[in-house]
Nanobody, 124 residues
Framework: QLQLVESGGGFVQPGGSLRLSCAAS??????????VGWFRQAPGQERGRVSCITATGGFTHYADSVKGRFTISRDNFKNTVSLEMNSLKPEDTAVYYC???????????????WGQGRQVTVSS
C-alpha cells in the first residue's frame, strides 16, 4: 500500500528551526495531483492540521498557532512537500504527519495517504 515518507525533524531548542519533508514511498506515485497537509499529535491530544497546500501550490493554509512561523511549500518536479518551521516553541513538540488527499480540508478523514510520522521535540 502506498505510503508517504517523512524526513527531517528531530530535537531543537526554543527559537530554533527545523525542516520536514514528505515524499511518496513509490516513485511512480505523483504527489502533484494531491493536496498535502501536515498534521501533528502531541501526547494526550487529538491530531490536528497544522498546514496544507493545494496540488498546484496556489493555496496554503496555516493553523493560527503556527501562522508566521511555519511555511509549507512543494516542488512538484521533485515530488516533495516541505514544512519549514521557525521560532519553534515547546508547545510545537509533537509527532508530525504528512498526508495527501483531494482537497485541503480540515478533517483528517479526507486525506487518503499518510506517512508514519516524525518526532519534533522543542526543549531547552
Amino acid at each position: 500500500q502506498l505510503q508517504l515518507v517523512e524526513s527531517g525533524g528531530g530535537f531543537v531548542q526554543p527559537g530554533g528551526s527545523l525542516r520536514l519533508s514528505c515524499a511518496a514511498s513509490e516513485s511512480t506515485f505523483s504527489l502533484s495531483y494531491y493536496a498535502v497537509g501536515w498534521f501533528r499529535q502531541a501526547p494526550g491530544q487529538e491530531r490536528g492540521r497544522v498546514s496544507c497546500i493545494t496540488a498546484t501550490g496556489g493555496f496554503t493554509h496555516y493553523a493560527d498557532s503556527v501562522k508566521g512561523r511555519f511555511t509549507i511549500s512543494r516542488d512538484n518536479f521533485k515530488n516533495t512537500v516541505s514544512l519549514e518551521m521557525n521560532s519553534l516553541k515547546p508547545e510545537d513538540t509533537a509527532v508530525y504527519y504528512c498526508a495527501a488527499g483531494p482537497y485541503c480540508l480540515e478533517d483528517s478523514k479526507h486525506f487518503q495517504y499518510w506517512g508514519q510520522g516524525r518526532q519534533v521535540t522543542v526543549s531547552s
